[in-house]
């Protein structure tokens, strides 16, 4: 009982900020994303009669601690699902997720690692039951089902049966890229899990950005559909600062941001200054994400790579959803 699947990561462009359920992981918000091809993780799920407990493998190094807590966790939904509450796993994953490129790779691993857990245990979902699983390993894993633009409906429903992504516009459909802007930093100091619960919990401007959503995501996918790059550009890097305004207002206040990150946002303002549709947005850490059209590709690779404090830029197009490698 053995599957592969790849999965790639997604960049929001309307961020996932806030949960209303920790455990079920239910957000506050609904999201919308751009699946990128250029990172990706491969994960093969193999279930075993033999075995006694799971193995996690992560670039075939083992894993022990909180990392394989959560993958055994994650397990135990899907033998719940399946009703082999006593078949145990292998799980090999290969992250191609440069760690420094500022990407979360929880989206792209548990996306892969639902995608072949359920696959090789015999079950057969549908791609939202197949998110609404893939959301109870990691929230914004559960948008990068789907290649292209997808987004992540809230739901209703306190059992969460309601909450999972849907596609929005495929991987084909438009080719915007995304640069990542990747900063001489250290790791982030607060995770992006426990940054959210402190604004859910203490940040004044917490409703605020909640009440902000609706006409963001309207506008948004106005703005995909008529492929209005200045749009989408615009609604995004504005969505990303209202984001990061909360922070500022919690207690203790934080913020993910340092003086290159603000430098490369003013680079990109400039940029748009000299006529280049260039737009940023930025995760739970200080490296940012620069969306262009192809055409401004050189331009936007020269600039950020000569700027002092970036280390490196690493381009991408949108990605495919979750596929299957067959043995
Ligand atoms: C997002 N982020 O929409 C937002 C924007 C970070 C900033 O989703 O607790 O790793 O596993 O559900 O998905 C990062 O949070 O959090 C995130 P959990 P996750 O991409």
Not at 45 to 66: A, H, M, R, Y
Not at 75 to 83: H, P
Not at 308 to 316: A, E, K
């Amino acid at each position: 009982m053995k599957a592969t699947a790849k999965a790639h990561t997604n960049i929001a462009l309307i961020k996932y900020w806030g949960k209303r359920n920790d455990s079920l992981i239910l957000p506050t918000n609904n999201s919308l994303s751009l699946t990128l091809d250029g990172f990706y993780t491969e994960t093969t799920v193999d279930f075993q009669d033999s075995l006694t407990e799971d193995s996690f493998f992560l670039n075939k190094e083992k894993i022990n601690g909180i990392a394989y807590e959560r993958v055994t966790l994650f397990l135990d939904l899907i033998r719940k699902i399946a009703d082999k509450p006593n078949l145990f796993a292998t799980v090999h994953s290969t992250n191609h997720v440069p760690t420094a490129a500022g990407f979360a790779s929880s989206a792209s691993g548990f996306a892969a690692l639902a995608a072949a857990g359920s696959k090789a245990i015999g079950l057969q979902l549908a791609d939202h039951e197949l998110s609404r699983l893939t959301r109870q390993g990691s929230g914004s894993a559960c948008r990068s089902i789907y290649g292209g633009f997808a987004e992540w409906q809230q739901g209703t429903l306190e059992d969460g049966s309601d909450s999972y992504a849907v596609p929005i516009a495929e991987q084909n459909f438009w080719d915007v890229r995304v640069a990542a802007i990747v900063l001489s930093a250290k790791e982030k100091k607060v995770s992006s899990r426990e940054g959210m619960k402190r604004t859910v919990d203490t940040s004044p401007f917490f409703k605020g950005w909640v009440d902000s959503i609706p006409a963001d995501l309207r506008e948004i996918k106005q703005g995909i559909e008529a492929r209005d790059f200045e749009k989408v550009g615009a609604v995004a890097e504005a969505n990303c600062l209202k984001m990061h305004a909360t922070t500022l207002g919690a207690a203790p206040p934080f913020t993910y941001w340092n003086d290159i990150t603000v430098s490369v946002m003013q680079t990109v303002q400039k940029l748009r200054e000299e006529g280049i549709p260039a737009y940023f947005t930025i995760d739970a850490g200080p490296n940012v994400k620069v969306l262009y059209l192809p055409e401004n590709e050189d331009k936007i690779v020269n600039t950020f790579r000569h700027l002092p404090g970036v280390t490196d830029v690493i381009v991408s197009k949108p990605g495919r959803g979750v596929t299957y490698t067959t043995e």
